[in-house]
C-alpha cells in the first residue's frame, strides 16, 4: 500500500507565466509532459483543496484544475476521480450542489468522488444498518504507527494519484503545503488530534499538539503517495489565510512549482518564498521517516531558478493579540498549536463577519492558553479553551464583592475600603462573576463556538452572527451530521 | 479654412453669445433676470445666461483647472500643422470671455507633440511669453476629426429628447478618447477618469450601458434644488410616456427660482421644496447642498476605474451616510412617511425597527463585500443576465428556447483580488451558441472555455429590477409595504432573480419568508440607538 515514490529521481520543476492555465501546461513539457506520469488505461485520482463552499483561493484553481483532468484524459487516462474531504461537519454533496461540482467535472470528463458518501444521504429508508454497509465498502482501515485510519479505497485502489494543491498561508505551517493538502484524504475525524484530559505544562511548552499533528499528517500521507504533485501559487492569498478574510490579500506571484515527489515541491516553495527550511518541523519530520529528500543537490531543477524568483510574502499573524479586533483585548497565556489555530480563526472571523457585534458589545477580554495575564474592569470575559478554563479557576476575575449598602457598585478586592470609627460597616458579600463565558474544548470547536456566544451575548447583540448562523445552517445541515457520524466522517 | 468654416454655426452663434455675456459680468455681480437665454454647450439645454457663468465659475476650477486663460488648439489630423488656435484670456479660471485667433507662425507643431504633450506646453508657454507676453494655464489640443465630430454632434440636436442627445453626447466623448482626437494639459482627474473608463470598457459603448439603464427606470417628475448661499439653481427632471406604443422621453431643464417666480431669501430649504414643487408640478421635490455633491463627484473620479473593494466600500459608505443625513444634507418633500413617529412606532410593535436617520451606512457595504469575497471569491468571473420574462409570458418556462427568447443582455464580470477588472457584453449569440446549449449549465461550460473558468451566473429579470428601482429608489418615501414586500417576494422566483449554481446566500433568499428575511437583515441594515 506504501507507494515510495522514486527517492533517487526526483525533478521539480518552477514555472512563471501569464495564466495559471499556461503556466502550469508549460510546468507538465518541462516535466517531459503528462504520458510521464498517467499511462493509458489508467485510473486517476485527483486530490485538491475543497474547504467550503466558496470560490477562489479557498478552493483550488478551477482553470488549473480544468487543465489537469483535459491532460490527464489526453493522455489516455480510463477514468479521472477527484475528492477530498472538506471542514468538519460539511458533506461533499452539500458543496458540490453549492459549487454544482457534479456537473462541472463530468462535462470535463471526470468524476467527483463522495469520499463521506454523503450522495447516499439523501435516499430514503437508508437505515444505520446500511450506512455502515456503504462505509465499510467504500473505506479500508489502515494501521500506520499503531494508529487506524478509515481511507477511501478509491485512492488506494487508483493507479495514480495526484495532488494539487493551492498554497495559502496558514496559521500553524506558514504555508499550506502539498503535505497539509494531503491530509484531508481522511475525514476530519480522522484529523482530529483529540483531548487531552491532564494537561499539564510540558504538552503546552513542548507543544504537543504540533508534533502529535505532524505525525498524523505524516501518516496519512505515507498511505498513498502522489506521482505528481502541483503547488500552485500563481495567486497566493497572504497574512491572513487559508481562507478568506478581512486581513486577507491576494498576491499574484505568477509562480507554480510541481514534481514528483510532494516532499521536495514542498521544500522548493518553501526556499522561493523565503521560508527557514531548516528549522521547518513538517519538512524535517517527513525526510527522518524517508518519505522525500531535503538534499538541494539530489532534487533536479528544472524550469526557473530559484535565486532569480525571489518573492516575500507576508504571514499569518502569529501573535493572537496583534489581529487588533474592535473592543476585544487578548490576553494569551503559554499555548499550543491547537488552540493557536481555532482562536485564529475565530478572531479572524470576528473580525470579517462580525463588525457590528464587537461594535453593539464593548469591553471583551479574550483569555486564551495557560495561565493568562488577568483582564482589568472588562465587562465580558471570554476564556477560550481548557487551558484558560482551567488555569484561571482561583483567578481574580472570578470573583465579584457586592456590597449590601443600597447604591453601593460591584468593586473588586483591590479597591477595598474600610471605613473608620463611628460610621456603620459595610457587609461585603463575594459572589461569582457571571460575566464569563467559557468556551470549552481542547482546542475548542469553531462552531460549538458560535452557539456559545449566541447564547452569551444574545442575537439581539449579534445581529451579523445572527444572520451567520442562518447562512451557516445551509451548509452544515444539522439533518446530515448524523449520517456524518454513522459514515465515520466526524 | 476660414474660422467661419470649421466649427458648427449654431455652436458658434451660441458660443460667443456666452462669451459676450461674461464679458460684462463684473466681479461682484449678482443673478440678473434677463430675457435671452443661451444654450449649454454641445446641448440644446437653454438657461439663464449667469447660471451659465455660474456653473462654469464653480465647477471649472474643482473639476478641470483652477488657473486664468486657456489656449485651444485645432492640428491638422496627422498632428503636423496647426489649422487655428485661439487664446481665451480669463480675468477667472474657466469664465471664457474674450477669445482671441492667433496667426499661424506663432505656434509650431511637430508630430511627437501630440505624444508628449507636457513638452509642447512648455514651449507653447515659452513661446507666448516672448512674443506676446502672455501666459496660459493650460491647452486643449484638437484634432481636425474631433472638429468635426463635434459638428455632426450639434446637427438636429435642438429636437432631440434629452435621452437622445445624452446617447449622442457619450458616444462623441467616448469617440473623442478612444481615438485620441482631444488632449488637454495639465490633465484633470476628470478627463484621466473619463480616459480610464474607455479603457476600461474595452470597445464597449458606455451609451449602451445607458440604453440599458435607462428603460429600467419608471416615469417620474422631480426637481431638485441645489442649494448654496450664493445662487441656488433648479434641476427639473422628467421621464414621461407619451403613449404606451411609443417609447418614453427625458426631460431636462435648468433653472433658477427667481425664473420660476420664487424668492428664497428667509425661506427655510422645506418651504423652497414646497414652492417649487407647486410651481413645477413635480411629484417631488429634493433640497442638496451643491458643496455636498461636489465634494461626492469629486471623490468619485478621484477612484481608480478598476474598482477595488475597499474604493466601492468607502463610496457606498458615503452614499449610504448622505442618504441617513436626512434633513441634514438633504430635504425632501413631501417628507418620506418611514419618518413618521408613529408609523415607525407601529411597524415596531410588529417586530420591525425602521428608523432611517440610523440606516448603517458601515455595516451594510461591509455585509455585502464580506459575503461576496467568501461566496464568489476573490477572482471570479460573474455572468450577469438580464432578462425580460414579460416578452415570453406564454413560453412556458420548461421549454427548450426559453432561455435563449428570456435573456436581454449580457455582461461578464471580471474580478481580480476584490477588483473589478473589466466588464464585457457577450452578445447573445455567443451565449447561445448550438441547439444543445440550452441550460445555464450548459452555458457555463461553454463560457469557462473561451474565457476561464465561470464562478457564477446571475440572472435578474426586468421587472423585478424596474419595481425595485420604482419602490426602493424612486417611491422611496412612501410606505407602500405591500408593494414592497411584493417585489421583495419575487426575489425568491426563479424566473425573476436566480443565481447559478445556487450559492447559500441564494439558498437562504429562497428558504425565508420576505418578512422573515427582513427581519434577519435588519439589525444589520439599521442601527441601535445606543451609539
Known sequence: MNDHSDLKNIEVAIVKGDTPKETFLKGIEILGGISKFIEEGDQVFIKFNLCFPTGFPTNTNFDILDSLITSCKKAGARKVYLGSFPFKGISIDTISKFLNLKEYFSNLGAEIVFLDNSDFFKKKKLKGDQLNEIRNKSFSTVTINEKEYLFPKIIIDSDKFIIINQVNVNPVFKLNLSLLNSYSMVSPKYQDIGSYENLDNRYISNDQYKQDLISNILNVFAIKQPKLVINDFFYLLERAGPYVYRDSNLKKTGVIVLGNNALSVDLITLKILNIDTQNYDLILEANQRGLGNIDFQKINLLGEKIEDINLTINLCEMKLENINLKNIKVNSGQLCSGCYKQAYHLLNFMKTYMTKDLKYNPNNAFLIGNSPLEPERFKNILLFGDCAIKSTKNSNFRKLEKMSKKNTSKKKSTKKKHKSGSQKKEKIKIIANKNILELPGCPPDILNCFELLLQYYGKKNLPNLHFFENLLELVVKPKEKEKLRVMGVI | ?531
Open chain 2, 1 to 531: 479654412m476660414s474660422y467661419r468654416k470649421l466649427i458648427n454655426k449654431k455652436f458658434q452663434k451660441n458660443w460667443l453669445k456666452i462669451l459676450k455675456y461674461n464679458s460684462n459680468v463684473e466681479l461682484g455681480d449678482k443673478f440678473k433676470f434677463v430675457e435671452e437665454k443661451i444654450r449649454i454647450p454641445l446641448t440644446p439645454i437653454e438657461v439663464n445666461p449667469y447660471l451659465l457663468y455660474y456653473l462654469f465659475e464653480i465647477l471649472y476650477p474643482k473639476f478641470i483647472n483652477s488657473q486664468q486663460n486657456i489656449l485651444d488648439i485645432i492640428i491638422s489630423d496627422d498632428g503636423k500643422r496647426v489649422i487655428k488656435s485661439y487664446l481665451y484670456k480669463t480675468k477667472k479660471a474657466g469664465i471664457h470671455e474674450s477669445i482671441e485667433i492667433f496667426p499661424h507662425d506663432i505656434i509650431k507643431v511637430h508630430k511627437k507633440d501630440y505624444e508628449d504633450i507636457e513638452k509642447f506646453y512648455n514651449r507653447i508657454l515659452e513661446g507666448l511669453i516672448k512674443k506676446k507676453g502672455e501666459r496660459v494655464s493650460s491647452i486643449r489640443v484638437f484634432k481636425e476629426e474631433a472638429i468635426n465630430l463635434i459638428n455632426q454632434h450639434c446637427v438636429g440636436i435642438e429636437d432631440l429628447p434629452f435621452d437622445a442627445l445624452l446617447v449622442k453626447f457619450i458616444d462623441l466623448v467616448q469617440k473623442l478618447v478612444e481615438q485620441d482626437l482631444f488632449i488637454i494639459y495639465p490633465e484633470p482627474r476628470i478627463f484621466l477618469f473619463i480616459k480610464d473608463v474607455v479603457s476600461f470598457l474595452n470597445g464597449y459603448h458606455l451609451s449602451s450601458l445607458f440604453k440599458i439603464i435607462y428603460p429600467l427606470l419608471p416615469e417620474f417628475n422631480i426637481s431638485i434644488v441645489f442649494g448654496s448661499k450664493k445662487l441656488q439653481f433648479i434641476l427639473h427632471l422628467q421621464k414621461k410616456f407619451v403613449s404606451k406604443s411609443e417609447t418614453p422621453y427625458l426631460r431636462l431643464k435648468l433653472m433658477v427660482p427667481n425664473e420660476i417666480g420664487i424668492k428664497i431669501d428667509e425661506l427655510d430649504e422645506n418651504e423652497i421644496l414646497d414652492l417649487v414643487r407647486d410651481r413645477l408640478q413635480t411629484d417631488n421635490a429634493y433640497y442638496i447642498n451643491q458643496s455636498d455633491i461636489i465634494s461626492f463627484l469629486t471623490d468619485l473620479i478621484n477612484l481608480s476605474v478598476n474598482i477595488k473593494k475597499e474604493n466601492l466600500m468607502l463610496i457606498m459608505q458615503k452614499f449610504l451616510f448622505g442618504f441617513r443625513s436626512f434633513e441634514k444634507h438633504w430635504f425632501l418633500r413631501p417628507k418620506p412617511v418611514s419618518y413618521n413617529n408613529l408609523g415607525r412606532f407601529f411597524l415596531r410593535l410588529f417586530g420591525f425597527n425602521i428608523n432611517l436617520r440610523k440606516f448603517s451606512h458601515w455595516a451594510i457595504p461591509d455585509l455585502i463585500s464580506n459575503i461576496f469575497d467568501s461566496l464568489f471569491g476573490l477572482n471570479s468571473k460573474i455572468l450577469v443576465i438580464l432578462s425580460d420574462t414579460e416578452r415570453c409570458k406564454k413560453i412556458n418556462p420548461n421549454n427548450y428556447n426559453y432561455l435563449e427568447k428570456i435573456i436581454d443582455y449580457a455582461l461578464l464580470f471580471e474580478i481580480e483580488n476584490k477588483t473589478l477588472v473589466k466588464i464585457q457584453s457577450i452578445p447573445k449569440e455567443n451565449l447561445i451558441t448550438n441547439e444543445d446549449i440550452k441550460s445555464l449549465e450548459s452555458i457555463r461550460n461553454k463560457l469557462s472555455e473561451k474565457y476561464g473558468f465561470l464562478s457564477s451566473i446571475i440572472i435578474i429579470d426586468k421587472l423585478l429590477l424596474q419595481n425595485f428601482i420604482k419602490l426602493f429608489i424612486f417611491d422611496h418615501y412612501k410606505y407602500a409595504l405591500l408593494a414592497k414586500i411584493k417585489t421583495l417576494k419575487m426575489l425568491k422566483k426563479q424566473k425573476f432573480f436566480y443565481i447559478f449554481p445556487e450559492s447559500p446566500i441564494y439558498k437562504l433568499i429562497q428558504k425565508r419568508s420576505a418578512i422573515s428575511l427582513l427581519k434577519l437583515s435588519m439589525p444589520i441594515f439599521i442601527d441601535k440607538h445606543e451609539f
